[in-house]
């Protein structure tokens, strides 16, 4: 699905949640999926070839075997976070309230 976007499946979710003392939850339909330390860096973007905060999750590449990061943007509620490689892939969040 090169260049494509595809949509949440009807009745399906992904929820990250941020806690305190740099912890993170995923949930997927209800069920914690992953959990773990994360942090907050700056990594040069492949988008726009400056620093910008990225994110990591406690995951190392397989190729460079570095500490994975993902190029985060905030907009309003909603957070962006992107897989720093060309044809990677983008995950939007919405803010639940």
């Known amino acids: 699905m090169l260049g494509q976007t595809k949509p949440v499946?009807?009745?399906k979710s992904s929820v990250l949640v941020f806690k305190s003392k740099?912890?993170?939850q995923r949930i997927d339909n209800g069920?914690?999926?992953?959990e773990g330390k994360y942090m907050?860096?700056?990594a040069k973007s492949i988008?726009?070839?400056?620093?910008?905060t990225a994110i990591s999750f406690n995951e190392v590449d397989t190729i460079s075997k570095e500490q994975r990061k993902y190029?985060?943007?905030?907009?309003?509620?909603?957070?962006?976070i992107s897989d720093n490689y060309y044809d990677g892939y983008s995950m939007l969040y919405l803010r639940v309230k």
Not at 71 to 80: F, H, K, M, Q, V
């Open 22 to 24: 740099d912890t993170y």
């Open 40 to 42: 907050l860096s700056k």
């Open 31 to 34: 069920k914690l999926v992953k």
């Open 47 to 52: 988008y726009s070839g400056q620093l910008e």
């Open 71 to 80: 190029i985060l943007g905030l907009r309003n509620d909603s957070l962006l």
């Open 9 to 11: 499946e009807d009745g």
